[in-house]
T-cell receptor, first 112, second 112 residues
Framework: NAGVMQNPRHLVRRRGQEARLRCSPM?????VYWYRQLPEEGLKFMVY????????ESGMPKERFSAEFPKEGPSILRIQQVVRGDSAAYFC??????????FGPGTRLTVL | GESVGLHLPTLSVQEGDNSIINCAYS??????FIWYKQESGKGPQFIID?????DKRQGQRVTVLLNKTVKHLSLQIAATQPGDSAVYFC???????????FGIGTKLQVIP
């Protein structure tokens, strides 16, 4: 049973470009979460999604960031017009309802 | 509370000794707590969890203690091994709601 998959593992973008991060949850998991982690810091919650629904986006910046979890396919975290401050590791987790979250290996975004 | 970019606290222990990692939480409504281990370059890995109706739970070489009176959580690792070197995060969840809030983290260094 494959774990949570994230791709790409490393992503380099220039300022102003768009970044798309993908997350495929574990089989049977209908809940997806995105977190951001800066070096030497903890994980900061960004957004919680179920299939086709955003449940809680209280941790998402108001501009440039969006997330989706379509009926078919992976969850996507999209960052438009990236800035240097967006450089971080972005982790996705998935779970069954009311169960522990399993994390993917993360995508390390570097903005030049 | 939110991390403000401080360096992670570090705990250094001799191989074979027991380790105790502490965590304070602030939300008195939190009823589910999790410890995660994060190795360099990887996503957080679930170690052990505990619900608020318990004060102690044991796993393989790990024990979690919960003191709700002072809102304190600890992780004890018996006979610490070099492979235990990682950053350890406590996390909390309230009222069955899926959003998990992470603490700052503690870096465990095992001295051979």
């Amino acid at each position: 049973n494959a774990g949570v998959m994230q791709n790409p593992r490393h992503l380099v973008r220039r300022r102003g470009q768009e970044a798309r991060l993908r997350c495929s949850p574990m089989k049977g998991h209908s809940h997806v979460y995105w977190y951001r982690q800066l070096p030497e810091e903890g994980l900061k919650f960004m957004v919680y999604l179920q299939k086709e629904n955003i449940i809680d986006e209280s941790g998402m910046p108001k501009e440039r960031f969006s997330a989706e979890f379509p009926k078919e396919g992976p969850s996507i975290l999209r960052i438009q017009q990236v800035v240097r401050g967006d450089s971080a590791a972005y982790f996705c987790a998935s779970s069954r309802p009311d169960n522990e979250q399993f994390f993917g290996p993360g995508t390390r975004l570097t903005v030049l | 509370g939110e991390s403000v970019g401080l360096h992670l606290p570090t705990l250094s222990v001799q191989e074979g000794d027991n380790s105790i990692i502490n965590c304070a939480y602030s939300n008195s409504a939190s009823d589910y707590f999790i410890w995660y281990k994060q190795e360099s370059g990887k996503g957080p890995q679930f170690i052990i969890d505990i619900r608020s109706n318990m004060d102690k739970r044991q796993g393989q070489r790990v024990t979690v203690l919960l003191n709700k009176t002072v809102k304190h959580l600890s992780l004890q690792i018996a006979a610490t091994q070099p492979g235990d070197s990682a950053v350890y995060f406590c996390a909390e969840r309230a009222g069955g709601y899926q959003k998990v809030t992470f603490g700052i983290g503690t870096k465990l260094q095992v001295i051979p």
